[in-house]
């Protein structure tokens, strides 16, 4: 029965983005909302101009699949969908800025962010502790440090999904392979509503891919690569991290390992030059990668290649049950 409920869950959400899509592309290029090729930025690499509405599609395909087949309506449901929505109004801003050539300021956007994972710690998905492998007894976190690192995870996973969308087919790949590898986690642990949630978001992330794949049709821009990423953050807390030990706790973080480590090293180097770490440039991974001579296709395949090795080796962990 829980088979077909999910099941069901994933058609839904991937016929809504799937059919959505062509008719907000359309309007996009009426109303001038495109991402515009151009020479003097090196991330730039598509040659024509880009829709930048996927995001919308893929923000209403989670959330009425969500509504629908959630088990019950609760504060938390609704603090996840109000700090979607705050990412999506501040990621189409900074899309708008885009098409006009334009770059949007970084802290608007640094508060938002923040704000969208403080609704989310005062609806009481948090991270507030781990078991003892050795005592099983529960660890408790201060709610100061509940706060910090419930936080901190939430924005790190939302930006990182973010940096990652440099390439037709990445973000959205890398996001599929991350939710399936959350849906498992939380069927292995028995945990329903997020594993709704990981399905919901398999199913938007392929339908945009139907699209997203090379050469593109489509973007998701910044409000659909931040939504993914807050609710991949999101998953995980509700998810993964509850009733971790010590080495559990790396289950969620190897499942997101490709966009993880590739920005944790982004930043630190970017910090170590003096750079603003905010402020996006050429120095993840995939463009590292077309920089040594791959193709694009070729770049993305490898990456995806990595993140199943990731998510593979958070799914051993998970059942070798330390």
Request: charged share 10%.
């Amino acid at each position: 029965m829980m088979a077909i409920y999910y099941a069901l869950s994933f058609l839904i959400s991937f016929l809504i983005v799937y059919l959505l899509i062509p008719p907000l592309g359309k309007l996009a290029f009426r109303l001038d909302f495109v991402d515009k090729p151009r020479k003097d930025v090196e991330r730039k690499i598509h040659r024509d101009p880009i829709p930048l509405t996927a995001g919308f599609a893929i923000f209403a395909g989670f959330a009425a699949t969500y509504l629908v087949f959630s088990s019950h309506m609760s504060g938390q449901m609704f603090a996840i969908l109000g700090g979607s929505l705050l990412l999506l109004f501040i990621g189409t801003v900074d899309d708008w800025y885009k098409t006009q050539g334009k770059d949007f300021p970084a802290l608007p956007k640094f508060i938002v962010q923040l704000s969208a994972a403080v609704i989310v710690y005062f609806s009481g998905i948090t991270f507030d502790g781990f078991y003892n492998p050795f005592s099983g007894e529960f660890v408790g976190l201060p709610v100061w440090l509940q706060f910090i690192l419930t936080i901190m995870w939430i924005f790190g996973v939302t930006t990182v999904i973010n940096f990652s969308d440099g390439m037709d087919g990445l973000a959205g790949g890398l996001s599929s392979i991350s939710a399936v590898t959350l849906f498992i986690v939380a069927i292995v642990k028995g945990q329903s509503e997020s594993a709704l949630m990981a399905i919901i978001l398999v199913g938007v992330s392929a339908a945009y891919l139907r699209y997203n794949k090379p050469p593109a049709k489509v973007f998701m821009g910044d409000a659909g690569a931040t939504f993914l990423g807050f609710i991949l953050g999101v998953i995980a807390l509700d998810g993964a991290f509850k009733q971790a030990t010590v080495l559990s706790l790396f289950i969620p973080i190897l499942a997101l390992g490709v966009p993880i480590f590739d920005n944790v090293f982004v930043v630190a180097r970017r910090f170590l030059q003096g750079k603003p770490i905010y402020q996006a440039d050429a120095s993840q991974a995939h463009y590292r990668l077309l920089r040594a001579g791959l193709k694009p296709k070729q770049v993305v395949a490898f990456l995806y290649l990595i993140s199943v090795c990731f998510s593979l080796s958070s799914i051993i962990l998970l059942l070798l049950n330390v």
